[in-house]
């Protein structure tokens, strides 16, 4: 359960600390620094960033990376972030925390220091974990590897 709590934490201390001034930062909360690695972090990672969970770019602003999920009907909950946690690199469900089904985009936006995405394999196998901003309502999915 502590694991769980560390990067709540994280997040509310670095928010907590950073400057809310009026001026906007140069970066769109929807697109990712190309200097910034991003990795699926969640149940299946024991909330770490580890390096074979960084997701990759695939297309431009379309990011993803493979998991081995190991139990059928486990409810998975995970998060896209970077390996400090920061704010801006933290993405979540958009409102809530959501569930996401096979193929079915769900919104998720940055700042999501809360809010957590999940997913429950029907089966054990592989997945792939999608994080696309090219819109401007960023979405998660989860696919099936065949």
């Not at 359960?1 to 009026?22: E, F, H, K, T, Y």
């Not at 998991?67 to 995970?78: S, V």
């Not at 896209?80 to 985009?105: H, I, K, Q, V």
Request: proline share 5%; with cysteine.
């Amino acid at each position: 359960m502590m694991w769980r709590i560390l990067p709540v934490i994280a997040c509310v201390l670095i928010a907590g600390c950073s400057s809310q001034s009026g001026t906007q930062s140069n970066v769109s909360p929807n697109v990712t620094p190309s200097n910034t690695a991003l990795f699926l972090r969640g149940d299946m990672t024991d909330w770490d960033a580890r390096s074979e969970y960084q997701v990759q770019q695939t297309s431009s602003n379309v990011f993803s990376v493979k998991a081995e999920l190991h139990e059928a009907g486990k409810t998975y909950h995970f998060k896209f972030a970077d390996a400090r946690w920061l704010p801006a690199m933290n993405y979540g469900a958009a409102m809530d925390d959501a569930e996401l089904s096979l193929d079915t985009p769900v919104p998720v936006r940055a700042y999501s220091c809360l809010d957590e995405l999940s997913f429950t394999p029907e089966l054990a196998g592989k997945y792939e974990f999608v994080l696309d901003l090219r819109n401007r309502r960023a979405v998660a999915l989860v696919k099936l590897v065949q």
